[in-house]
């Protein structure tokens, strides 16, 4: 079977998460349009769990449901590039049960994810810093990068022990070392030479970010990605976060006039 035109899937383990290119509801947004990049804080599993008697561990479980739900939505809806903010460099400051909590459910789930997100069509790439993480998750998303390598219809990258200072600094090194070598001239260095040093050189800038639970900031998410993305916030927890969710404020997007420092003088008469 050819997965890349499998329209509709059921999967494995998300019987009732379905990907259907066909569904009817799906809003009808014209390709060009569309964000060629949306970027989600996928924040609040914590305060849903504790909000109803549960530990944050059963928010994290909870939150996988939604973020295969979203990564469903966003190809339904035609999006070409989703980013997933699952762990930050700055977690780590969480407690030691908590992040070997989060370190084991990682590998878990992209174990268990991959193959559905294989016949959705969808590739996948980690992005982030290797230093500290779990070796074990690390190989499972180089396995999930290259069971997905050849697909066409998402690209999805799981930041996983991702910080935007951190990416910044670590692209600071490559350059200074090749300045080092005499392989690059300082003054040459420009906002290309910087982002071809990124964790994920070819990533399109973010048109949209996307920050769940009611908290207004972007904490140290693809900051020189992101420099002129649109910023929405959603009030949802994340673990309640559904498709139409992501559809609406995509819906939104498309009314915002970005200028990117330009203005238009049109004086009313
Ligand atoms: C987001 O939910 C998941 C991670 C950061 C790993 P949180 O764990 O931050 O949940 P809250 O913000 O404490 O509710
Ligand atoms: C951002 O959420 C990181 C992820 C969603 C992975 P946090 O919950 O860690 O962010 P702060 O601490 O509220 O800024
Ligand atoms: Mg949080």
């Not at 383990?13 to 947004?29: G, N, S, V, Y």
Request: proline share 5%; charged share 20%; glycine share 6%.
């Amino acid at each position: 079977m050819d997965t890349q035109t499998t329209r509709s899937v059921p999967n494995a383990p998300h019987p009732a998460i379905r990907m259907d290119l066909d569904a009817p509801d799906i809003p009808h947004i014209a390709p060009e349009s569309l964000p060629q990049h949306v970027a989600i804080v996928m924040d609040g599993n914590g305060r849903w769990a504790n909000q109803q008697g549960l530990h944050r561990t059963q928010g994290h479980e909870a939150g996988e449901r939604a973020l295969m739900e979203t990564v469903a939505g966003a190809v339904e809806l035609g999006i070409p590039e989703l980013s997933l903010y699952a762990f930050s460099t700055e977690n780590w400051r969480r407690s030691p049960a908590e992040v070997r909590f989060l370190m084991g459910f990682s590998r878990q789930t992209i174990h268990d994810d991959s193959a559905t997100l294989n016949a959705w069509g969808v590739r996948v790439r980690w992005v982030g810093r290797a230093q500290k993480l779990w070796r074990s998750v690390l190989g499972e998303l180089r396995a999930a990068e290259q069971l997905t390598q050849h697909n066409q219809r998402m690209t999805l990258n799981l930041c996983v022990n991702y910080g935007g200072r951190a990416e910044i600094v670590d692209a600071m090194r490559a350059i200074a070392s090749q300045v080092q070598s005499g392989r690059l001239n300082p003054s040459r260095i420009s906002e290309a030479t910087v982002a071809r040093y990124l964790y994920a050189p070819h990533m399109h800038d973010v048109d949209l970010m996307i920050r769940t639970s009611g908290e207004r900031r972007t904490s140290n998410f693809l900051m020189w990605e992101s420099a002129y993305a649109e910023l929405a916030f959603s009030d949802v927890m994340w673990p309640d976060f559904t498709r139409q969710d992501l559809w609406g404020l995509c819906t939104e997007y498309i009314h915002r006039h970005r200028r990117f420092g330009g203005a238009q003088d049109a004086p009313r008469v």
